[in-house]
């Protein structure tokens, strides 16, 4: 059976790229496209007082939202298995159920009910922070290609999930891989920095990045590697790197209880502050 890629729309700007992303990618990994849209009712009504008449009107104007979804899908890819699904419930919590039968879920950067300005809709965050498997957030116009995969690489087992997905799109789209590692003396050495080797410092990161990446070259001997070793922070690095990539995939060893304390800081801080689309790859 093909994957499924889900995607996620609203009647937004940013819902109709997503779409754009998710019927490329499709069309690249050879998967079913699944158009969702929730409709969450409770705003408008209650079990004791409900809005008569409304039902229609939410149900035609969702219908009219799957309708467009598909047609740009369509038109985006016409080789693609493109079908639509009419949920109830907070769009969030939709997203984050189909998850789980998904090969990735994507959504928009920000939708019909972000804040002017917010560069992360609280959709995207919520799914993001609790779906499991990858979930690309669309902020990048999918007309522009760079031709690179940028990852962020550590030394814990929580990044291999995000490796295996960033080779997999890496050799889908015959693109370079990225994956950039960073290092940082501890804050107490800082004022006495120059007693440090930090040439050898450096050679040792680069070896320990060689490392993580050793086995994955193997796997994926037609992905061309680039090793970016950078001494900086995680999330100032992989910003920079965004600015020239058509996707960063990072992973997240949250393991917070609730809302965004799932994700950790690094990857809250790429996904609020990167340049182009995020895939989150969760364990």
Known sequence: MNPV??????GSAAATAAVEWAADDAARAAARLL??????????ETARFPALGLGDAV?????SVLADAEAVARKRQPGIDVTSELSQGAAAAVLRGQAGNAAEVVIGGRGLGSLPGAMLGSVSTHVAGHARGPVVVVRSDPDTSHGEIVVGLDDYHACEPALAYAFEQAMLRASTLRAVYTWQLPNHAHVSETIHDLDQ???????????ILKGWRQQ??????????????????????SEKA??????SQGRGAIGTVMLGSVTLGVLYHGRNSVAVVRP
């Open 35 to 44: 158009i969702v849209h929730a409709v969450d009712r409770s705003p408008y």
């Open 59 to 63: 149900t035609l104007s969702a219908e």
């Open 246 to 251: 058509d996707l960063v995939v990072v992973g």
């Open 201 to 211: 410092i450096h050679a040792d990161q680069c070896r320990i990045a060689a490392g």
């Open 5 to 10: 890629i889900v995607v996620g729309v609203d």
């Open 220 to 241: 994926y001997p037609q992905v061309a590697v680039v090793e970016d070793i950078r001494r900086t922070h995680p999330v100032d690095a992989l910003v920079s790197a």
